[in-house]
């Protein structure tokens, strides 16, 4: 059974986030990924799934300036442009990496 449990997760400069996985495989987000991904209530329909926010609208050169802890299993982002209400399960980063 694979676990989507991060070892690691840095910040290495104000545009990226890395995680590394407890079975040893990489992911790198920019912060403007994650920003166009995030699944809170004001960025995705919560009841028909459809994405309200559009992810072509994030500046590329978008940065997050914290990352905390969600229980034990997600991590919450506070982004550049002031949005911070989103929550990123392990499972859901691992899952949407941009580079497989
Ligand atoms: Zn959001």
Known sequence: M???????????????VEIEWADGHKTTYTAAELRGLCPCAGCVNEVTGQRMHDPA???A?????????????????????????GIFPFRFLRDHDPRG
């Open 57 to 59: 609208s994030v500046p």
């Open 61 to 85: 050169g978008l940065s997050q300036s914290d990352l905390r802890f969600v229980g034990n299993y997600a991590v919450a982002l506070q982004f550049s442009d002031g949005h911070n209400t």
């Open 2 to 16: 694979t676990t989507y449990q991060p070892l690691v997760i840095r910040r290495s400069d104000p545009a990226k």
